[in-house]
């Protein structure tokens, strides 16, 4: 089983920072892909950003320039680093991981429990 922690959401005037955690642990040979999603109260879960195992990431056009998303392999954490915040980038922010659970193993995907993130106007 695969656990995704979260962690480092909050209260932020608009134009200040936070910075998002998202920890895997569990029994597992591999994380592929691993992102953020968010979602606003009556609106539809959205992505904000994913990485590959290489390195490789995606943005939604919203948060370019704005926010990165990076990960440390080492540790199977994610994190997203949130700047120049506005009053619409208020959602609960969900950690999403693609996990091969063994060698040769299908890839199936986990959510962590969510974090929300307030930005004041």
């Known amino acids: 089983q695969v656990q995704l922690v979260e962690s480092g959401g909050g209260l932020v005037q608009a134009g200040g920072s936070l910075r998002l955690s998202c920890a895997a642990s569990?029994?597992?040979?591999?994380?592929?892909?691993m992102g953020w999603y968010r979602q606003a109260p009556g609106k539809q879960r959205e992505l904000v950003a994913t990485i590959t195992s290489g390195g490789t990431t995606n943005y939604a056009d919203s948060v370019k320039g704005r926010f990165t998303i990076s990960r440390d392999n080492a540790k199977n954490t994610v994190y997203l680093q949130m700047n120049s915040l506005k009053p619409d980038d208020t959602a609960v922010y969900y950690c999403?991981?693609?996990?091969?659970?063994?060698?040769?193993?299908?890839?199936?995907?986990?959510w962590g429990q969510g974090t929300q993130v307030t930005v004041s106007s």
């Open positions: 569990g029994s597992f040979f591999s994380i592929n892909a």
């Open positions: 999403n991981a693609d996990v091969r659970a063994y060698l040769g193993g299908r890839l199936r995907g986990y």
